[in-house]
């Protein structure tokens, strides 16, 4: 069936530098990758999304780039602050009939100061 | 102000007794979906609904039920509660299918002993 796989699941960077996170997703038809934010006891949010035919997107310190070929997706944050520490999840779909979102596992960023 | 609203925040309740959650929102959207976060397994699909009277299957149905009479409403039902049913329960909705942002509920913190 579906699946993403997410990597890191921890990761811990110093303030101010990059963090990646990547995403591999099995079904060559998805064609919307979102990716979401969930601070500790909150509800998951949007942050960014990218669709198929865009290979990349930006938005302010955060950016989405997506290589279809190889199946994978990756969040870059540039110059990290510790408001940015939370638990990062990526999705994909493929919508149609079933309009589901296959999400990674997630990954737990920590910005130290 | 859009948002999806679910009911109750925590629950502690007993092996067999039947329960539900409620979810609502004010945002006209048509699909709706029911989610658990376990620690390690990221967001996982129980149901979902496209539209009204319209539900099916996610990756863990097992042991819930859903009714989607209106359009705004969405419950979870566990008719016979057992304690691995005990996790974080989100509610989320899209304007259509998986290929639009989900706006998440505020969650459900379950316990059941």
């Known amino acids: 069936g579906e699946n993403v796989e997410q990597h890191p699941s921890t990761l811990s960077v110093q303030e101010g530098d990059s963090a990646v996170i990547k995403c591999t997703y099995s079904?060559?038809?998805?064609?919307?990758f979102p990716w979401y934010k969930q601070e500790l006891g909150k509800r998951p949010q949007l942050i960014i999304d990218?669709?198929?035919?865009?290979g990349e997107k930006k938005d302010q310190r955060i950016a989405v780039t997506l290589n279809k070929t190889a199946k994978h997706f990756s969040l870059h944050i540039t110059e990290t602050q510790p408001e940015d520490s939370a638990v990062y999840f990526c999705?994909?779909?493929?919508?149609?009939?079933?309009?589901?979102?296959?999400f990674g596992q997630g990954t737990t960023l920590q910005v130290k100061p | 102000e859009a948002q999806v609203t679910q009911n109750p925040r925590y629950l502690i309740t007993v092996t067999g007794k039947k329960l539900t959650v409620t979810c609502s929102q004010n945002?006209?959207?048509?699909?709706m979906s029911w989610y658990r976060q376990d620690p390690g397994l990221g967001l996982r699909q129980i149901y979902y609904?496209?539209?009204?009277?319209?539900?099916d299957k996610g990756d863990v149905p097992e042991g819930y039920k859903v009714s989607r009479k209106e359009k705004r409403n969405f419950p979870l039902i566990l008719e016979s509660p057992s304690p691995n049913q005990t996790s974080l329960y989100f509610c989320?909705?899209?304007?259509?299918?998986?290929?639009?942002?989900?706006?998440f509920g505020s969650g459900t913190r379950l316990t059941v002993v």
């Open positions: 989320a909705s899209s304007l259509f299918s998986g290929n639009y942002g989900y706006t």
């Open positions: 079904d060559s038809a998805s064609n919307y």
């Open positions: 990218i669709r198929s035919n865009v």
């Open positions: 999705a994909a779909s493929k919508g149609g009939n079933t309009g589901k979102l296959i």
């Open positions: 945002m006209n959207h048509e699909y």
């Open positions: 609904s496209m539209n009204v009277e319209v539900t």
